[in-house]
C-alpha cells in the first residue's frame, strides 16, 4: 500500500523559513508527478507547486520566488523549501503524488504550517 508521510511543518515567524519533506513507502513505480497543495481553514485546497517527470515545475502565483520544489526521483521524494513566509502561508500542507497510467493518486495526512508572531 502506498503511503506519503509528510514532515517539517512547524511554528516560525514572518520573513522565517520552512523546508517541508514528503516521503513516500510502498510504491512499485515511480511517480510521474509529484505536487504540494496548502488548505488553509475556511478555505478550498490550492495547489502550491508541482513538479512533473522531465524537470517541470509548476508554482501558484502567490508563492513564485519564495518556494522551490524539488525531487529526489528515484526514492519518490518531494520537498518544499519555503523561504520568506507570509501569515497568509499559514495552512495545513499535503502531500500529492499521481502515475499516470494506470491513473493513480496518493495524498499524505498533512503538515501544519503556522506564520504568526
Known amino acids: 500500500q502506498v503511503q506519503l508521510e509528510e514532515s517539517g511543518g512547524g511554528l516560525v515567524q514572518p520573513g522565517g523559513s520552512l523546508r517541508l519533506t514528503c516521503v513516500s513507502s510502498?510504491?512499485?513505480?515511480?511517480?510521474?508527478?509529484m505536487a504540494w497543495y496548502r488548505q488553509a481553514p475556511g478555505k478550498e485546497r490550492e495547489l502550491v507547486a508541482s513538479s512533473r517527470s522531465l524537470e517541470s515545475t509548476n508554482y501558484a502565483d502567490s508563492v513564485k520566488g519564495r518556494f522551490t520544489i524539488s525531487r529526489d526521483r528515484v526514492r519518490n521524494t518531494v520537498y518544499l523549501q519555503m523561504n520568506s513566509l507570509k501569515p497568509e502561508d499559514t495552512a495545513v500542507y499535503y502531500c500529492?503524488?499521481?502515475?499516470?497510467?494506470?491513473?493513480?493518486?496518493?495524498w499524505g495526512q498533512g503538515t501544519q504550517v503556522s506564520v504568526s508572531l
Open positions: 510502498g510504491s512499485k513505480f515511480r511517480f510521474d508527478s
Open positions: 500529492n503524488a499521481k502515475i499516470w497510467v494506470p491513473s493513480k493518486e496518493y
